[in-house]
């Protein structure tokens, strides 16, 4: 695998651009990027040939995509557990029945291969919804914390129903009041 210091000939968006980049038949020059452990730096390609660069000849390169809603836990399950029926209550059911296979070395194996396509797909920031019913951590909770990817950041949201987060606060208005 070859590890690059940098990139030449990176086409950048006009938004990223300072006001006085220069420009080349009136379209903005491309740049050489520079790689470094404080982040990334950009100029104006010179024309120079650096080291350990890659040529993007022009290709453009755009900041990470994020994905604000996803479900790492549930990936790759629809062909050991199908729903029955058309709809979102079907596949729920169906997901249901499949949390039977559910294991942390499942999980892990399932969770990793989908936050890979996401990275590769361009993602550099995961939000993934984990379903949370008990007072306890579900096991995805725990298998989905320890995942890790050096281009991307995993957010985990917990999934509660309503009544699961509501049930304390409303048996103690209810002390209050009947007392």
């Not at 009136?26 to 730096?41: D, K």
């Not at 059911?93 to 499942?106: C, G, L, V, Y």
């Not at 939000?127 to 989905?144: E, G, K, N, Y």
């Amino acid at each position: 695998m070859n590890v690059y210091s940098g990139a030449t000939g990176a086409r950048l968006p006009r938004w990223l651009l300072p006001d006085n980049w220069p420009l080349k038949d009136n379209q903005p020059q491309q740049a050489t990027l520079h790689f470094h452990a404080e982040g990334l730096q950009f100029e104006p390609d010179s024309g120079s040939s650096y080291v350990n660069y890659l040529a993007l000849n022009g290709a453009l390169v755009l900041p990470a995509l994020i994905e604000p809603h996803a479900h790492l836990d549930k990936t790759f399950t629809v062909q050991r557990s199908p729903a029955q029926q058309a709809g979102l209550l079907a596949a729920i059911a169906a997901m249901h029945q499949d949390r039977e296979n559910w294991n942390a070395d499942d999980l892990r194996q399932r969770a990793t291969r989908a936050l890979h396509w996401a990275v590769e797909g361009g993602v550099g920031v995961l939000r993934t919804h984990i379903d949370w019913f008990s007072a306890d951590a579900p096991l995805a909770w725990q298998v989905i914390g320890e995942l890790s990817h050096p281009l991307c950041d995993i957010e985990r949201v917990a999934l509660a129903p309503l009544n699961f987060s509501l049930m304390p606060l409303m048996r103690n208005i209810l002390r209050r009041r009947w007392r």
